[in-house]
């Protein structure tokens, strides 16, 4: 019996070692942060039974994905001090009381700026909700999942980038100086949807000139090799060790909405309280320069 789960756990983390950009297993690598503690409790397990190499390599194994993940035990971003954006992020899930919510929690907050990611199908009443919000930008269709923008202060330049195969479209907004690019990549299950995917990263990536953030629901998380790749040319702004998906805590979610910035633009944030949805809110300050 030791002997199966102990393969079973080393099957799941060869995905993570290897950080592999091959569907479906780029999906399991995200999971490294779980298997890395599947590892370490079954080695602690196989430790007090006496099977002292079982458990030893285990104990390592779950050791070195940890070390792997240095994502995971990141600083929150340095708050911004200075005067500028306000935003609020979330995937609404489709659904008509999150965006209520959500609409009450960036009044709380005085955002200028709401981003939603699968807006429910009835736009009238998610625009009626978010009636503060007046300058609207981005595909109000759930069937498309894109991301919509809402914002109190006048949007200067607006595109929605072109849908590529296997995803989805960008929305990219300026608003007083700063471009906001905005996308929902699709969960990379298939080989088409992950190209989609890693396809409307770099499109991302590319947009982001100036002073500029991505932002989005990118169905994976900081460790994953697009998402490091994103961060070689942004930089990530870090909400903490906490997730945003599914759960709060590390092992439990995911931190699967991430914000990227341009270098030299100041950006921090933090995950938001639960609003419904299987997703948390981020809660972003911008200080254009």
Not at 137 to 163: C, K, L, W
Not at 176 to 184: N, P
Not at 193 to 204: D, E, F, P, Q, V
Not at 218 to 227: G, I
Request: net charge neutral; glycine share 8%; aromatic share 6%.
């Amino acid at each position: 019996m030791f002997w199966i789960v102990g393969g079973l756990i080393l099957l799941a983390a060869l995905p993570g070692l290897l950080n592999l950009n091959l569907a479906p297993l780029e999906m399991v690598a995200n999971l490294r942060p779980q298997v890395a503690v599947a590892a370490l409790v079954f080695g602690v397990a196989a430790l007090t039974v006496g099977r002292l190499w079982t458990g030893g390599g285990a104990v390592v194994l779950g050791a070195c994905l940890l070390l792997l993940t240095p994502e995971l035990f990141a600083r929150p971003s340095p708050p911004v001090t200075q005067p500028g954006l306000k935003l609020v992020w979330a995937n609404v899930f489709k659904t008509d009381a999150v965006v209520e919510r959500l609409a009450a929690l960036a009044e709380r907050t005085d955002a200028d700026i709401v981003v939603l990611a699968e807006p429910p199908r009835d736009s009238a009443r998610t625009r009626e909700a978010l009636a503060a919000w007046p300058f609207v930008h981005g595909p109000e269709d759930p069937s498309i999942h894109g991301t919509v923008v809402f914002s109190r202060r006048p949007i200067s330049a607006r595109t929605t980038g072109a849908v590529v195969e296997g995803g989805y479209p960008l929305t990219v907004v300026d608003v007083e100086g700063v471009r906001i690019i905005a996308l929902h990549p699709p969960v990379a299950v298939t080989p088409r949807r992950l190209a989609g995917r890693n396809a409307m990263l770099r499109s991302a990536r590319e947009a982001a000139t100036g002073q500029s953030i991505v932002i989005g629901d990118m169905n994976a998380t900081p460790w994953s090799r697009q998402l490091r790749l994103t961060a070689s040319d942004l930089v990530r702004v870090s909400t903490g060790p906490g997730s945003t998906w599914f759960s709060s805590l590390p092992v439990l979610g995911l931190p699967i909405d991430q914000i990227f910035a341009t270098p030299g633009l100041q950006a921090s944030a933090r995950v938001g309280p639960g609003i419904g949805s299987d997703h948390l809110p981020l809660l972003v300050s911008i200080a254009p320069e």
